[in-house]
């Protein structure tokens, strides 16, 4: 199947600061990206859809100035959480739409630890 | 948008037995139903998917139905070993919203 990298797998960072989540769609172009989080034991929530070259569609309830979305290629979305807070501490993992079969292929997830 | 409902949230069988999750959409515009298991700490991965123009789909020991005038599809496991234990999730194509997701427990 088609490969999605996310990096960085892990990241610790102080209250405060801003994290950037690289999700890479490696053997395919994929003009749409999926964010979500995921908290212990519970379901994907979906945060956002991103689409390359557009604005991302963010669902209620998320806020657009604090999950910052960028799908500037085909092959690349970004997500940054910027003044991050204890709160914000989560699982958060993406998924790219392989154009062909519909297929979602998710990336490795990254884990946020806000101080 | 896609309302994804999926039961039951826990699922606990005997290796061998059955195991059987259904779901349900709100949006008829969806046309690919995904499931996906994810073992803990691992990402998602895909088990088995249908389309709206099928009834039903079967791979090895998995099977995927899917009702569109009831708006409901639903996975079988047959033959469930310890190993199918896991977390299962359904998808729904418009919105990509996932249900709640069902942990399987399989008894040795």
């Known amino acids: 199947g088609a490969v999605v990298s996310q990096h960085p797998s892990r990241v610790i960072c102080k209250s405060g600061t801003s994290v950037k989540i690289e999700c890479r769609s490696l053997?395919?172009?994929?003009?749409?990206m999926f964010w979500y989080r995921q908290f212990p034991k519970q379901s994907l929530m979906l945060m956002a859809t991103?689409?390359?070259?557009?604005?991302?569609?963010?669902e209620q309830g998320v806020e657009k100035d604090k999950f910052l979305i960028n799908h500037a290629s085909l092959t690349l979305s970004t997500l940054t959480v910027t003044s991050a807070h204890p709160e914000d501490s989560s699982f958060y993992i993406c998924?790219?739409?392989?154009?062909?079969?519909?297929?979602?292929?998710f990336g490795e997830g990254s884990r946020l630890t806000v101080l | 948008g896609e309302n994804v409902e999926q039961h039951p949230s826990t699922l606990s069988v005997q290796e061998g037995d059955s195991a059987v999750i259904k779901c349900t959409y709100s949006?008829?515009?969806?046309?690919?139903f995904p499931w996906y298991k994810q073992e803990l700490g691992k990402r998602p991965q895909l088990i088995i998917d249908?389309?709206?123009?099928?009834g039903e789909k079967k791979d090895q020991r998995i099977a995927v139905t899917l009702n569109k005038t009831a708006k409901h599809f639903s996975l079988h496991i047959t033959e469930t070993q310890p190993e199918d234990s896991a977390v299962y999730f359904c998808a729904a194509s418009h919105g990509m919203r996932f249900g709640a997701g069902t942990r399987l427990t399989v008894k040795p």
């Open positions: 053997d395919f172009q994929a003009t749409t």
């Open positions: 249908i389309r709206s123009n099928v």
């Open positions: 991103s689409n390359e070259g557009s604005k991302a569609t963010y």
């Open positions: 998924s790219a739409r392989e154009g062909a079969s519909g297929e979602l292929f």
């Open positions: 949006d008829s515009a969806s046309n690919y």
